[in-house]
């Protein structure tokens, strides 16, 4: 059974700090490993990746795929309060289909 | 250009009551797609549509079911509503065309089925 796993679950940082989220997958047909931002409302996307190396977006955050260990990492340094929001790691797995299959979340808090 | 939109925002239904969730985009995307997401968790695929006249289930399409007639429109009907059917449902599109295809979320429906 494809699964997308996150870790930590939920993450309190002050601002400033650096923080690294964790997606690991197991699918049987690999696509594309997308992260999204989700601030109570629906998910906005952030990065697609689909081959091993790194993507960065805005400076702060930046994500990297390994597809030979099956797993995405997602880095932000010096953090700010709105970037408080639960990230959501998601693998396409399918070729025509689009379908995604998306682990859990983890929650990220931004103390000032 | 409005992107996906859904309707209605907020909405409570009694045990065995029906309703249809609406969602509607305007980017002329082949693909669409349901999901539900239940509170500290992320989402589950319900059914999806690879284009107009064509869908099929996702992960958890018990007790729900879609239609596809135009390429803009993407209703999901509850039958029956359960107490398991609370939950946020989002809608999403894609066009899945060039190297970029990421999906498009709308703002969500907030069902309580009580």
């Known amino acids: 059974e494809d699964k997308v796993v996150q870790s930590p679950l939920s993450l309190v940082v002050h601002e400033g700090d650096t923080v690294t989220l964790n997606c690991s997958y197991e699918?049987?047909?690999?696509?594309?490993l997308l992260w999204y931002k989700q601030e109570k409302k629906a998910p906005t996307f952030l990065f697609m990746l689909?081959?091993?190396?790194i993507e960065k977006k805005s400076g702060r955050l930046s994500s990297i795929l390994d597809k030979k260990e099956l797993f995405s990492i997602l880095n932000i340094t010096a953090t700010q309060t709105g970037d408080s929001a639960v990230y959501l790691c998601a693998v396409d797995s399918s070729s025509n289909t689009g379908k995604l299959i998306f682990g859990q979340g983890t929650t990220l808090q931004v103390k000032p | 250009n409005a992107g996906v939109t859904q309707t209605p925002k907020f909405r409570i239904l009694k045990i065995g009551q029906s309703m249809t969730l609406q969602c509607a985009q305007d980017?002329?995307?082949?693909?669409m797609y349901w999901y539900r997401q239940d509170p500290g968790m992320g989402l589950k695929l319900i059914y999806y549509s690879v284009g107009a006249g064509i869908t099929d289930k996702g992960e958890v399409p018990n007790g729900y079911n879609v239609s596809r007639s135009t390429t803009e429109d993407f209703p999901l009907r509850l039958e029956l509503a359960a107490p398991s059917q609370t939950s946020v449902y989002f809608c999403?599109?894609?066009?899945?065309?060039?190297?970029?295809?990421?999906?498009?979320f709308g703002p969500g429906t907030r069902l309580t089925v009580t």
């Open positions: 999403a599109s894609s066009n899945r065309q060039g190297a970029r295809y990421e999906q498009y």
């Open positions: 689909t081959s091993s190396g």
């Open positions: 699918v049987t047909n690999f696509r594309s």
């Open positions: 980017m002329n995307h082949n693909y």
